[in-house]
């Protein structure tokens, strides 16, 4: 009698183990599943970059302001005639820019009262132009001591540079116009600006 009632208490504790080792399976499947419907995270995409447009080369405005003798007047006599807008920022060139006092001393000196009446003047493009060398960025450096350097305006007149010490000289060739340099070798792009005392003049 005693052993048939330990083989039933054996039997339900092993009935009971099952029970809770089914449990145990079913909550882990559960757990499993509910594992199973949260959804992965997907990595943000990167944002596509735009490349930049390319650059386009710009019209050189004018030379910029210097420290030392304003040459306000020479930059409005560049933008006025439209020599400025030859000049790109790619443009080597020598310019030699008069200080205002010089353009106010030749209008003066033909009754003139305003710089824009002067520079409708028919010969304004070419004396403008008369102040440009194209092709050669020039410095006071590059040139020799005591020996002309002649170079080839945008007019076409042929200018004649001196260097003698410190001081540069530009003349005219075959006129008696000519001008010093008081300040020189002024970087404006590709050019060279030398701020003059006078301005050129093709006769």
Known sequence: MAATRFSTVLVLAVAVLLAAASGCAAR???????????????PKAAAAKLPKPPKTPKPAASPPPSAGPSVAIAIDALNYTGVAQRLTNDTVATIFAPIDAAFI???ESLNISSRYVLFQNPLAVNVTELHVIPGVALRSTDLPQG????ATSLAGPTLEILRSGNAV????????????????????????????NKVLLPV
């Open 147 to 150: 020996v002309p350097v002649n």
């Open 105 to 107: 001393s030749l209008a």
């Open 169 to 196: 000289r530009v003349s005219v060739g075959g006129t008696n116009s000519s001008a010093e340099v008081v300040r020189a070798d002024i970087p404006f792009n590709k050019a060279i600006v030398h701020v003059i």
């Open 28 to 42: 882990e499947n559960r757990r499993s599943l509910l594992q199973a419907e949260v959804p992965a995270r997907t």
